[in-house]
């Protein structure tokens, strides 16, 4: 794991073996919009959470020894009440609504291998989620969903919408990268034609999009991580720039996850 905290410029190694985190493969994170210091990881071996901004962790969903560990693809807060969390977990979805303490099983049967969600601070009731099948949308908590029938849209890697204007949504879908001012009904394309550093990938060795996030306001500043690394654009996606997280340059990015200072 690897945090910034100058919008990044600068990137420091935030992952310590002896923590507590015993598993180092980080499938995602989150982390609590009122506290920068309650930290969510999902692993492999299962759910984290530090309240010390990652310098102890201890197990909160997927115990019970190793060999029972439940991987755990995706965790999000709910943007109406963040001590409501939702994880997307090797056997389904679950959520708790008391910070971790007990889970529940939701949407059985209805969304498989989901890879992203989010939720609208401003409607409790409407849900985004980005799986291997495509962008499903939810008006009433999950008890139907609609699919968007956008057909570059097929395998959502990740999802994002602005906090201040909830109409402005972005996501990958490993080859591309949309962008939404509507809420949806509409995508365009975002040009994603990184400049490497020398000496990293080759200019033509294609690679994917893992996850895309976007910052700031009214200028976003993007952050792509990908199979071939770290990139970000301060323009709205026009010119991207690669990242280098440390002394290994060719760093795969498989999630981020960012807390805006309003």
């Known amino acids: 794991i690897f945090k910034t905290e100058d919008g990044g410029d600068q990137w420091t190694d935030w992952f310590d073996a002896s923590s507590g985190l015993e ?3 980080v499938n995602d994170i989150a982390i609590h919009p009122e506290d920068s210091a309650r930290v969510f990881a999902a692993t492999q071996g299962g759910l984290f959470i530090s309240e010390d901004a990652g310098e102890s962790w201890e197990i909160l969903f997927g115990g019970g020894g ?7 693809e ?18 389904g979805m ?21 890879l992203s969600m989010i939720s609208l601070k401003t409607d409790p009731e409407f849900f985004y989620i980005g799986t291997r099948n495509g962008l499903f949308k939810s008006f009433n908590q999950g008890r139907n ?15 994002d919408v602005s906090p201040r204007d909830i109409a402005n949504l972005i996501l990958s879908t490993g080859e591309n990268i949309l962008a939404s001012s509507d809420g949806g009904d509409s995508w365009t394309t975002v040009k994603f034609t990184p400049k490497r550093k ?18 700031g306001w009214p200028s976003p500043v993007l952050i792509a991580g990908t199979t071939a690394g770290l990139f970000l654009s301060r323009d709205g996606g026009k010119v991207w720039r690669e990242h280098e997280l440390s002394n290994s340059p060719k760093q795969q990015i498989g999630r981020a996850s960012c807390r805006e200072r309003v």
């Open 23 to 25: 598993n180092g493969e």
């Open 66 to 72: 190793a060999e029972n560990r439940i991987p755990v």
């Open 74 to 91: 995706i965790v999000r807060l709910s943007s109406v009440d963040p001590d409501t969390i939702y994880i997307g977990a090797q056997n």
């Open 94 to 114: 679950y959520r708790s609504v008391n910070s971790g303490k007990k889970w529940e099983p939701v949407w059985k049967n209805q969304i498989s291998e989901t």
């Open 145 to 159: 969903w609609v699919k968007d029938k956008n057909k570059k849209i097929k395998r959502v890697t990740s999802l």
């Open 198 to 215: 020398p000496g990293n990938f080759s200019s033509s060795q294609p690679f994917a999009v893992t996850r895309i996030h976007r910052t």
